[in-house]
């Protein structure tokens, strides 16, 4: 798993590109919701245009990031997701739990809303 990141204004675009999959993979992606919120920045859009999996331990990894941004006052929009990521969220009914965009540009301009 590799995580770049980049800003849109006031927007941090986190890239995710890989297996999330438990293990290294779900503790890049928590260290670095870490790193963001203690960098004071809240409001983030996970970009999983290459997502290429996710197991049980990247959708827990997934909550969790969630709740960790609602816990410290922030906001989590999720974009790009690719057919087998969305179709596993429908499955486990979390696609209603995450606020999710067909694209990071209608993702990124629901923070101005």
């Known amino acids: 798993m590799e995580i770049s ?15 999330l999959n438990l293990g290294d993979a779900t503790q890049l992606l928590h260290d670095k919701i870490n790193s963001l919120l ?13 997502v290429s999996s996710v197991d049980s331990g990247g959708l827990g990894e997934l ?3 969630l709740t960790t941004m609602q816990k410290h006052g922030g906001s989590l929009k ?3 997701l690719p057919r087998r990521v969305q179709d596993l969220l429908v499955m486990t009914r979390l696609l209603t739990v995450f606020d999710t965009f067909e694209d990071e540009g209608a993702a990124v301009k629901s923070f101005a809303q």
Do not use: F, P
């Open 78 to 80: 999720v974009a790009n």
């Open 63 to 65: 909550v969790r990031t």
């Open 5 to 19: 990141e980049r800003t849109s204004g006031n927007v941090t675009v986190v890239d995710l590109n890989g297996k």
């Open 38 to 50: 203690q960098q004071d920045r809240k409001n983030i859009v996970l970009n999983l245009a290459e």
